[in-house]
C-alpha cells in the first residue's frame, strides 16, 4: 500500500465521517484493509494537515494560508515514481518502481491532459494511450519536463 494511496483513503474517511481519534482513524483504514501504525497515522495526519476540532479530524480550510495540500502534484508524483519512459508509435510506455504504477496513471488521469486518451496501469508498468505518434511525443516530452522542474 503506497502513501498516496493511503492519504486518499484518509481524505475519503474524513469526506464522508466524522473520526474522532486517531485510533479511530486507524481501525476505518483496517476495515478497508490498510494495516497502519500509530507512527504512520499521526505522520499522516501531521503531513497532510488536518485539524484537530471537538468533532473529530477535518481537512484544513482551502482559503486558510497555513493549509497544508493534501495530494502531492503530478510533477512531484512522477519524480518520485517514475524510472523510464519510452514512446511505442501511438502510446507512451512509463516504467515505475514496483507498486506504483497505479499511483502515477492515477495522476495523468486527473491531470486531463487533451492528448491523453487513457492510461493502463499494471505493477511498475503504464501505457498512456494517445490518438497518434505525435500527440504521444508530445505527452512523452511533457512528462519528461515535469520530472525535469
Known amino acids: ?10 481524505l475519503d474517511l474524513l469526506r464522508s465521517q466524522a473520526v474522532a481519534t486517531q485510533l479511530e482513524l486507524r481501525r476505518k483504514l483496517a476495515a478497508r484493509g ?11 495526519v501531521e503531513e497532510m494537515g488536518l485539524i484537530k476540532t471537538r468533532e473529530g479530524y477535518r481537512l484544513p480550510d482551502a482559503s486558510a494560508p497555513t493549509a497544508v495540500p ?7 508524483i512522477l519524480k518520485e515514481f ?3 519512459t519510452r514512446q511505442a508509435a501511438n502510446l507512451v510506455v ?7 504504477a497505479h499511483t502515477v496513471a492515477s495522476a495523468l488521469d486527473a491531470a486531463e ?6 492510461t493502463v496501469a499494471g505493477d511498475d508498468t503504464i501505457f498512456v494511450a494517445t ?3 505525435r500527440q504521444a511525443a508530445r505527452v512523452r516530452r511533457r512528462i519528461q519536463q515535469a520530472v525535469k522542474s
Open 82 to 84: 517514475l524510472r523510464e
Open 131 to 133: 490518438q497518434g505518434p
Open 94 to 100: 512509463l516504467r515505475t518502481h514496483p507498486g506504483n
Open 70 to 76: 493534501a495530494q502531492p502534484t503530478l510533477s512531484m
Open 34 to 44: 490498510i494495516r497502519v501504525t500509530q507512527a504512520t497515522v499521526s505522520r499522516d
Open 1 to 10: 500500500m503506497d502513501k498516496l494511496y493511503r492519504r486518499n483513503q484518509i
Open 113 to 118: 491532459w487533451p492528448d491523453v486518451a487513457g
